[in-house]
Structure formats: C-alpha cells, structure tokens
C-alpha cells in the first residue's frame, strides 16, 4: 500500500483542502445545457472578468441578462464582448452571494455563495461554482431534505458530507472542477438558507471520518435502516470493517420505518418464474417468505436457486431489501411487508435524527454507525492514503 503526499492539482483557481482557502468548484446546473441566463449580484458587487480586464460590473441588487455567441465571445445585456477562455464572475466580499435565472424559465432560479466561472463550450456555458467548502456542504445537507431536524444529527450529515466529498475531490478534475451538482456526486442546489445547517457545518469544520489506516472512510448513508443496518459487501462487494451489519432501534417507529406493498399472485408468480425459479402454473404454492432478520438472498422452497433481495429491490422499486412475503391466496394476493427506507449501509439518516433527539452528540451518532473509524480534522492529516 503506497502512501501519498495530500496535493491537490491546481483547478480553476489553485484550491486546496489543506490550504486556508478551503474552496471547492462544483458544476451547476450539470443536467441542463445553459445558453443564457440572468446573473443577479443578490449579496456584495460582482464583476465580470476576462483575464484580469473586467468586462461589466454588478452593484448589489443589479442583475445583467448574459447569452453565449461562441467561444469567444459573449453578450451581456446585448453587448457583445469578446472573451479569452473562460470568464470568473467575483464577489467583492466573502458573503457575497449571486442568483441565476432562466429569462425562458428553463431551469430553477437558485442563488450561491461565493464565484462562479463560465466556460464556454460548443454552444453552451459549463457554469462553474467557485465556493467555499463549508458554504458547499451547507447546501448539499439543505438540499438532502428536512431543515427541522436538532443541530448534533446535522453536524453528522456535515462530517459525512465532507467526508465525501474529500473522498471524491478529483473525481470531475479530468473536465476541470471537483464536483458535479447531481447525485453522480452529492445533490447540490445552491447557498443554504437554514441557519442551524450553516451553524453545524462550521461547528464541525474540517472533520472528517477515516478508517484505522488513515484512510477517508466511505461515508454512506440513506434514510432508514428498518432497525438492522447492512453489511457494505452485502451491497457493494467493498468490505469496509467498520460497515458491519447491526441493530438499530433508533429507527424504529419513524416514518420510513415500515413500508408494504400488495401484488397479485399471478405476477409474483411470473415474476419468479422469469427470475429462474421452479413454478409450476398448476400448483398452489404457499409464497409465504419470512425475514425476521436481514439476508441477502431470497429463497423459494427448496429449491438451489439464490436471488439476491438487492435485486429483487431494484426490479420491483422497493423502498429496502428487508421485506417478508405474506400470502393471501383468498385474494390471490402476496403482500411485501418491509422495513426501511434505502439501502442500509451507514447512517440512518432518520435514527441519526432520534440519537440527536435523545441527545447524543454527532461524534456518539457517528459511532454508533461505522463502528471503528475515527474523527479527524483534514487539517491535521498530512497524508492518507488512497485505495
Ligand atoms: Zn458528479
């Protein structure tokens, strides 16, 4: 196992975990192609800037409507402006925050901290967030879902979070940014207006999780473990020592604890059949499948033929793997009794909510999860080392 030096290649700008700029870049608006659009200064001035000459200048609450000719130029409001490459939108300030819009309402209005570059490609804009680490983490926990929750379960999300995204700092570095604002990397919909979140991401700024080798830790999660979480080879292949399969009361009773659904016997019945299994039309077979605990398989009878319950959750869009099959064959009806909402690997995200809620601290949550890992501050890690 080879160690290796913490250097981040310089992007856009020369970013750097460890440095004190502490920025990412993240493509937005990465599933729509951006051909124009508004740019409102909504906190600080912005100025417009290629190569260091500054094209235009917005005055907080000033908003210009900017449209792509082609690669060397651009118009702002009608203006055409020749361009050198790629144009950095700066803030004057460290809060400064801007909104983007579609005039034809293509995609969401949203607004962000910090900068953001246009890079133009064929016919479009690669629109580039320029923002700082915190204030990107922030946004990606607000657009996770749920703002109501207590501050020690969103300091937890924080630390998985940025565990993530440090894990997978390079993984766009090839098209030149960090990041992509899709779930290819983690959901992100722009500047985080719950102030509990921002106030839990800065409380826990700089802390990640790693492994007993130093290493980041894969820092899963989802929304429901229906009280037993899984093993992450059970899942992925990857056997990570602290992703072990155990009880987790805290999920129960909340709301994506238990799930069901009814399906007519005449489709389970194709459905094993064309899954491999014996099923014979002229049979009353009991389909009855019992679960009391997680397997990874599903099994008919006696019979030698394996189906592994992960696929059966993506073929049939299951909320969990963790299902029992009850038969009711006066309705010719088997019904899918399941527990959890997700693919259990990690934090639950809403037992995490009930530790917080019991007052356990974010570091006690974190534990509780992946047995064994350890809270560093990416700071104080000189080198990790890379799988
Ligand atoms: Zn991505």
Known sequence: MKYFQIVFLPLLLCCSLVAQAQNITVRIYADRSVSEFTLT???GRYDIIDKEKILYTLNEGETAHIKFANSKS???NDTLRSIRGMVHVRGNVQSAKFTIASPQKRFAKRTYDNDVFLRPEENTFTLINDVGFDNYLAGVIEAEGGSKAHIEYYKAQAVLCRSYAVR???KHLHEGYNLCDGVHCQAFKGSCKTAVISEATRATSGIVIVDSAQRIASATFYANSGGQTVNSEDLW???HYYLRSKPDPYSEGRPGYAWEKTIPEK???MYLLAKGFFVLDTVNYDFTFNQPERMKYFKFYEQDKLLELKTMRSDLQLRSTFFSVQHDSSCHTVTLKGKGYGHGVGLSQEGAMAMAE????????IHFYFTGVLLKNINTLSFYKIE
């Open 41 to 43: 200064a909504t906190e």
């Open 74 to 76: 651009l118009k702002i």
């Open 168 to 170: 997978y700092f390079k």
């Open 237 to 239: 292949g990857g056997d």
């Open 267 to 269: 489709d389970w019945r």
């Open 358 to 365: 019991q007052n356990f601290t974010y570091d006690k949550i």
